[in-house]
Nanobody, 116 residues
Framework: QVQLVESGGGLVQPGGSLRLSCTAS????????VSWHRQVPGKERVFVAG????????KHADTVKGRFTILRDNRKNEVYLQMNGLKPDETAMYYC?????????WGSGTLVTVSS
């Protein structure tokens, strides 16, 4: 079965940094564009960043622009979200996903907690 798995979440102080990773099993991640979203209980899941299959085109939500960077290493079949300057209200479950015409899959998420 096709699966996505996120890792790298944890507890970080305000202003700190984390790097999240997304890996695939059962298919080749490098063939697909990948997105990161985040969600807190009781709220809708929101877009954070996305990247094209070849890694040449990336976009970031206005709320994270200049602080977060999405990137990928197709030689390792991995996608990353580098998060700098984290804020307490960015505490959330972070998910990677593929949402294309022929591929739709979401990971189970990794928890990021930003707190003193």
């Amino acid at each position: 079965q096709v699966q996505l798995v996120e890792s790298g979440g944890g507890l970080v102080q305000p202003g700190g940094s984390l790097r999240l990773s997304c890996t695939a099993s059962g298919f080749t991640l490098s063939s697909w564009p990948v997105s990161w979203h985040r969600q807190v209980p009781g709220k809708e899941r929101v877009f954070v960043a996305g990247i094209s299959a070849d890694g040449q085109n990336a976009k970031h939500a206005d709320t994270v622009k200049g602080r977060f960077t999405i990137l990928r290493d197709n030689r390792k079949n991995e996608v990353y979200l580098q998060m700098n300057g984290l804020k307490p209200d960015e505490t959330a479950m972070y998910y990677c996903s593929i949402n294309s015409h022929h591929m739709h899959v979401w990971g189970s998420g990794t928890l990021v907690t930003v707190s003193s």
